[in-house]
């Protein structure tokens, strides 16, 4: 079975500051990595994904990622927030197998951009 | 491109009264199909999943149903709504590459 662990409800930052979002993941077989932003009373958007190759995946809107196999995370980053940024923000993993695609999601992140 | 429907947007029902979600995906064919629920402040739940016409799993016991009449399309019933049922539903469609792409949510309210 697989689980997801956003480490923080709730992150408030400033403009212009860096952010980091942690996700931790638990799995027995191999996962794809993704992260969605969902904007209020919106659907989920995909962000990024990490489906192989290098560990540092780099996404939509100014956002990137960092795949530690050794630590099972899956952190975003993005350096410099702006107050559309703020949304909350899902880490997902897919285990790797035939059949449909599965994906567990955590319980989301808020982030909140201040001016 | 694909794009992926859903409605109605809003929806404001009485417990004991019946529910029709409707979601349609443009684009694409034989996707694979889910629909998840969303409650206030909380995390997604899988509720069904489809592979194709008329093949449903259910992920969670509950007093919803779902129905795959076409290939693209993806329809959540209930015949007797709960206050518990209350939340944001979103349907999403995948295909091979694994990640899934989610339509606009349906938001409803039952009073």
């Known amino acids: 079975a697989q689980s997801v662990t956003q480490l923080d409800s709730q992150v408030p930052v400033f403009e212009e500051a860096p952010v980091e979002l942690r996700c931790n993941y638990s799995?027995?077989?191999?996962?794809?990595l993704f992260w969605y932003v969902q904007y209020p009373n919106q659907g989920l958007q995909l962000l990024l994904k990490?489906?192989?190759?290098?560990?540092l995946v780099k996404g939509i809107n100014g956002f990137e990622a960092e795949f530690n196999k050794s630590q099972t995370s899956f952190h975003l980053r993005k350096p410099s927030v702006h107050i559309s940024d703020t949304a909350e923000y899902f880490c997902a993993v897919s285990p790797i197998s035939g059949g449909y695609n599965k994906l567990i999601f955590g319980a989301g992140t808020r982030l909140a951009v201040h001016p | 491109s694909q794009t992926i429907h859903q409605w109605p947007a809003t929806l404001v029902q009485p417990v004991g009264s019946p529910l029709s979600l409707e979601c349609t995906v443009e684009?694409?064919?034989?996707?694979?199909l889910y629909w998840y629920r969303q409650a206030a402040g909380r995390g997604l739940q899988l509720l069904f999943y489809?592979?194709?016409?008329?093949?449903i799993s259910s992920e969670v016991p509950q007093n919803l149903s779902a129905s795959r009449p076409q290939d693209r399309q993806f329809i959540l019933s209930s015949k007797k709504l709960l206050l518990s049922d209350s939340g944001f539903y979103l349907c999403a469609w995948s295909k091979v590459s694994y990640e899934q792409y989610f339509g606009p949510g349906t938001r409803l309210t039952v009073t």
């Open positions: 990490y489906l192989s190759g290098s560990t």
């Open positions: 799995s027995s077989v191999s996962v794809y």
């Open positions: 684009g694409t064919s034989n996707p694979n």
């Open positions: 489809s592979v194709g016409i008329g093949q």
